[in-house]
Structures are given as C-alpha cells and as structure tokens.
C-alpha cells in the first residue's frame, strides 16, 4: 500500500508508465484529450495491447472530454481500438460534463492516479490501495454511465 504526491510533468508521465507496467488486465481511464500520458510511444502501446489480450470483456475503457485529435496524435492507439473492439471502448463524454478538471487512470481497481486539474500535474499516486480507490471508480462508472459520443476508430463514409 503506496501512496505518492506527483508534482512535476516528468514525474505524472513516470507514474504513468509505471501503472501501465502493473496493469494486469483492466483500465479505465479518465481525461481531457490523452495528451499529457499520451499512448504514441511503442512500450505504451506494448502494454495497451498485453492488457487487451489479457481475457477480460472490457479491458480498456477510455473516457475523454475532446476526441478530434485523437486519431491524429494517437494512430497507435485508434488501431489497438478498432483491432480489439470487442476488448476496448471509447468515447467523448456529453457537454455537461465539460466541467469536470481532473483525471483519473485506474488500473486493475486497485491503483490509481489521479490528477487533481487538467491544467496542472499535481497528483496522487495510489498502489494496492483498493478502498481509497473505490470512490473514483464509482466516479468512473457515473461518467462512463452520462455516455457520450463513441469514438469510433474507422472514418465512417460511403
């Protein structure tokens, strides 16, 4: 049981890619527009797909508040998604939840990091502390649960 405060961009995006590594078969994942992680780099991509093939039903589940750049700054990533489709779901949440400044990457629901504003790294690192998780993945679910525009991999078109 492991918690840490993150103050600097370097350190969130260190965080990151060690909670990435912990994954063992599930992420949700709460965020702006994925560019501060971001997943263009090969050993993020690596990981996403170990965890998509790991078994469960909805491995990956992605909730962001800006998805048009999505399929220009993350090719890697809209194709892990359109490959595991029936493992991974993503979509731009409603306007009404436009507000809302954090982040939140929950992994296996027991780790976390959360990013108290969408502007600034300041966050709190949680390993194996499932009980102080639980009212962000609560959260998670509400958000996910508002729904949202699908964020489809594929250009639809005739």
Do not use: C
């Not at 220009?72 to 489709?85: A, C, N």
């Amino acid at each position: 049981m492991t918690r840490e405060l993150i103050t600097t961009w370097n350190d969130y995006r260190t965080a990151f890619d060690r909670l990435l590594a912990e994954a063992q078969g599930k992420i949700s994942f709460y965020d702006e527009d994925l560019s501060k992680p971001g997943f263009a780099s090969p050993d993020r991509l690596d990981h996403l797909q170990r965890i998509l093939r790991s078994g469960y039903d909805l491995a990956l589940r992605l909730a962001v508040r800006h998805a048009a750049s999505l399929p220009q700054r993350e090719p890697g990533l809209m194709k892990l998604l359109g490959t595991y489709s029936h493992r991974a779901a993503a979509q731009e949440t409603p306007p009404q939840l436009a507000h809302l400044r954090d982040s939140m990457f929950i992994v296996d629901d027991r780790h976390a990091l959360i990013r108290f504003d969408r502007d600034q790294p300041r966050s709190k690192l949680l390993l194996d502390e499932a009980a102080e998780i639980r009212p962000y993945l609560q959260r998670f679910e509400e958000i996910w649960a508002e729904g949202g525009e699908s964020i489809r991999p594929t250009t639809l078109g005739l």
